[in-house]
């Protein structure tokens, strides 16, 4: 609209290029690396890997011979099946319909925070 | 408890930083209108000065902050008068947010929060509103509007009580203001004088600066102390403006194919009022994030608008509207855990799709609908109520006179 108005039609200047180039640069070399730290390791995107996970878990589940108990590949074992075998820290009997509420062995004990919130490993240092 | 001299200090700073945005908003204001126009338009921001802080006295702060929801205020959208005239408002009294600070502190920095959220409105209707029905609509927009959200929000009401976060006023300052704003327009009608602006660029630089610094007040401020927090809001206030900023100036170079001194500006606007509901409460690269999709999202409202034919006169709806909602909705994406102190209250953690809990997001915008709706529909019944008393709108004969001598007899350029 407004080149129209200015009466710049057609191909932009180098220098006009040069500095459009430049914006953009800068900005995505902030905002793609923000992005990724911001989400690359939050718990959503584990989430969605243990919701996926547990999707495909009745087709991966070895047929179970006569006699034989069905086994579980291990790779495939949701965090909330974690939960239940005995080296989990949690004694807990039920799984737990939220993943994120599972505590794993090398999960560190939450420092603060109301129970239940665990911190993303890529979380920065708590605020002391 | 005894005093906390250092929080004491800052807040009592951060309190005039607030008060000081209301001069820069109306110079922001003033340089973006015509030269006819320029006194009218900074005296609707001066002077919520000084008729906001009487109607605070009288019953704002009451209905603001007295009673909470089952605890003698009405359903939890608006407190009761139990605190009117400042009554219980004692020397030795701690303020509810923090007690080592004293509850004078506390309703003289939302007294200004109450005092520039209507002054952001009258960028929408400039050159067009007739200075009585200005003071009517001031005074009803602030009891009908403002208190209540406040109340509901920020005053142990229901959105409170549901678990809805903002930390330094996306919900109840950005948002209602754009969507009052927007309602105006719509009232209003467009603007008829040629004298429309803008006339002083250097003019809406000041009043940037002014927003800017005052901002680091408005946000860092609202931890209502001196902790790490307080810190994390300040910075987080900069990035956002910083990288809003760029990015609208971007967005212009490539759609009008000039790098707009006008466009960097409102840019860094519209990255500080979407970063003001997740300040302390998101990361620093999340802050960053925001404050880039602040001027897109803000850059294309702005655009729909002018296509649309609206004269939102100074974009109080594509910038204060639109950055405010968005702010208020992300906060329910980046709001995280780990920005928190030890030992906090749980129920004043804001834990959202980065931590993995998709509730908050839910609560965040159907706050922000509301809230939007709720400011639209009663702005629009109030300016037809006004109406009914006193005429709202200048004549066209007024408006191509410019408002400041039709309505002040005074003349910003001899």
């Given at each position: 609209?407004a080149?129209?108005?200015?009466?710049?039609?057609?191909?932009?200047?180098?220098?006009?290029?040069?500095?459009?180039?430049?914006?953009v640069?800068?900005?995505a070399?902030?905002?793609?690396?923000?992005?990724?730290?911001?989400?690359?390791?939050?718990?959503?995107?584990?989430?969605?890997?243990?919701?996926?996970?547990?999707?495909?878990?009745?087709?991966?589940?070895?047929?179970?011979?006569?006699?034989?108990?069905?086994?579980?590949?291990?790779?495939?074992?949701?965090?909330?099946?974690?939960?239940?075998?005995?080296?989990?820290?949690?004694?807990?009997?039920?799984?737990?319909?939220?993943?994120?509420?599972?505590?794993?062995?090398?999960?560190?004990?939450?420092?603060?925070?109301?129970?239940?919130?665990?911190?993303?490993?890529?979380?920065?240092?708590?605020?002391? | 408890?005894?005093?906390?001299?250092?929080?004491?200090?800052?807040?009592?700073?951060?309190?005039?930083?607030?008060?000081?945005?209301?001069?820069?908003?109306?110079?922001?204001?003033?340089?973006?209108?015509?030269?006819?126009?320029?006194?009218?338009?900074?005296?609707?921001?001066?002077?919520?000065?000084?008729?906001?802080?009487?109607?605070?006295?009288?019953?704002?702060?009451s209905?603001?902050?007295?009673?909470?929801?089952?605890?003698?205020?009405?359903?939890?959208?608006?407190?009761?008068?139990?605190?009117?005239?400042?009554?219980?408002?004692?020397?030795?009294?701690?303020?509810?947010?923090?007690?080592?600070?004293?509850?004078?502190?506390?309703?003289?920095?939302?007294?200004?929060?109450?005092?520039?959220?209507?002054?952001?409105?009258?960028?929408?209707f400039?050159?067009?509103?007739?200075f009585?029905?200005?003071?009517?609509?001031?005074?009803?927009?602030?009891?009908?509007?403002?208190?209540?959200?406040?109340?509901?929000?920020?005053?142990?009401?229901?959105?409170?009580?549901?678990?809805?976060?903002?930390?330094a006023?996306?919900?109840?300052?950005?948002?209602?203001?754009?969507?009052?704003?927007?309602?105006?327009?719509?009232?209003?009608?467009?603007?008829?004088?040629?004298?429309?602006g803008?006339?002083?660029?250097?003019?809406?630089?000041?009043?940037?600066?002014?927003?800017?610094?005052?901002?680091?007040?408005?946000?860092?401020?609202?931890?209502?102390?001196?902790?790490?927090?307080?810190?994390?809001?300040f910075?987080?206030?900069?990035?956002?403006?910083?990288?809003a900023?760029?990015?609208?100036?971007?967005?212009?170079?490539?759609?009008?194919?000039?790098p707009?001194?006008?466009?960097?500006?409102?840019?860094?606007?519209?990255?500080?009022?979407?970063?003001?509901?997740?300040?302390?409460?998101?990361?620093?690269?999340?802050?960053?994030?925001?404050?880039?999709?602040?001027?897109?999202?803000?850059?294309?409202?702005?655009?729909?608008?002018?296509?649309?034919?609206l004269?939102?006169a100074?974009?109080?709806?594509?910038?204060?509207?639109?950055?405010?909602?968005?702010?208020?909705?992300?906060?329910g994406?980046f709001?995280?855990?780990?920005?928190t102190?030890?030992?906090?209250?749980?129920?004043?953690?804001?834990?959202?799709?980065?931590?993995?809990?998709?509730?908050?997001?839910?609560?965040q915008?159907?706050?922000?609908?509301?809230?939007?709706?709720?400011?639209?529909?009663f702005?629009?019944?109030?300016?037809?109520?006004?109406?009914?008393?006193?005429k709202?709108?200048?004549?066209?004969?007024?408006?191509?006179?410019?408002?400041?001598?039709?309505?002040h007899?005074?003349?910003?350029?001899?």
């Open positions: 609209m080149s129209r108005r200015d009466g710049r039609t057609g191909r932009r200047p180098a220098d006009e290029r040069a500095g459009i180039l430049f914006l640069a800068i900005l070399a902030a905002f793609f690396p923000a992005v990724l730290t911001e989400f690359d390791s939050a718990a959503l995107l584990k989430a969605v890997a243990a919701a996926m996970a547990q999707s495909k878990l009745p087709e991966r589940i070895s047929p179970a011979s006569e006699g034989q108990p069905a086994t579980i590949p291990e790779i495939l074992v949701r965090p909330t099946l974690l939960a239940e075998s005995p080296t989990a820290t949690s004694p807990t009997t039920e799984a737990s319909p939220d993943p994120l509420d599972v505590v794993s062995p090398s999960d560190a004990p939450c420092p603060q925070g109301p129970p239940g919130l665990v911190p993303s490993p890529r979380a920065p240092p708590r605020i002391a | 408890m005894p005093i906390d001299t250092g929080s004491t200090g800052f807040m009592l700073i951060a309190t005039a930083l607030v008060m000081f945005m209301t001069p820069g908003l109306a110079f922001f204001y003033g340089g973006l209108v015509g030269r006819k126009n320029v006194l009218t338009i900074m005296f609707q921001s001066f002077i919520s000065l000084g008729i906001t802080t009487v109607i605070w006295f009288i019953c704002g702060y209905l603001c902050f007295s009673g909470s929801l089952g605890h003698g205020d009405f359903a939890g959208i608006v407190g009761n008068l139990d605190m009117a005239f400042f009554r219980g408002v004692d020397l030795m009294g701690p303020s509810p947010m923090n007690p080592g600070v004293p509850v004078m502190v506390f309703v003289a920095y939302q007294m200004m929060f109450a005092i520039i959220t209507p002054a952001l409105i009258t960028g929408a400039a050159n067009r509103v007739r009585p029905a200005y003071l009517l609509f001031l005074v009803a927009w602030l009891i009908l509007v403002y208190f209540p959200l406040v109340h509901m929000v920020w005053g142990g009401g229901i959105l409170a009580a549901w678990g809805v976060h903002d930390f006023g996306g919900i109840v300052v950005h948002t209602s203001a754009g969507f009052a704003a927007f309602a105006s327009v719509l009232y209003v009608g467009k603007r008829r004088a040629s004298d429309k803008l006339h002083s660029l250097p003019l809406v630089a000041l009043g940037t600066a002014i927003l800017w610094f005052g901002w680091y007040g408005f946000n860092a401020g609202s931890e209502f102390g001196v902790d790490r927090i307080t810190g994390l809001a910075l987080n206030t900069d990035l956002a403006a910083s990288f900023g760029p990015t609208w100036l971007l967005l212009d170079w490539i759609f009008t194919r000039k707009r001194f006008l466009g960097f500006l409102t840019g860094c606007v519209a990255g500080l009022a979407t970063i003001t509901p997740c300040a302390g409460f998101v990361s620093t690269p999340s802050a960053v994030i925001i404050g880039i999709l602040a001027s897109c999202a803000c850059y294309l409202a702005v655009h729909l608008k002018n296509k649309a034919g004269d939102d100074l974009d109080v709806f594509g910038v204060h509207g639109v950055g405010g909602f968005l702010g208020t909705v992300l906060l994406v709001g995280t855990a780990a920005m102190l030890p030992g906090r209250d749980p129920s004043l953690l804001a834990s959202g799709l980065v931590d993995g809990h998709a509730d908050l997001l839910v609560k915008s159907a706050a922000a609908l509301g809230t939007a709706a709720y400011a639209f529909c702005t629009l019944f109030m300016l037809w109520a006004i109406n009914k008393v006193t709202v709108r200048v004549s066209e004969k007024e408006e191509l006179a410019g408002l400041d001598m039709i309505e007899g005074e003349e910003a350029y001899v």
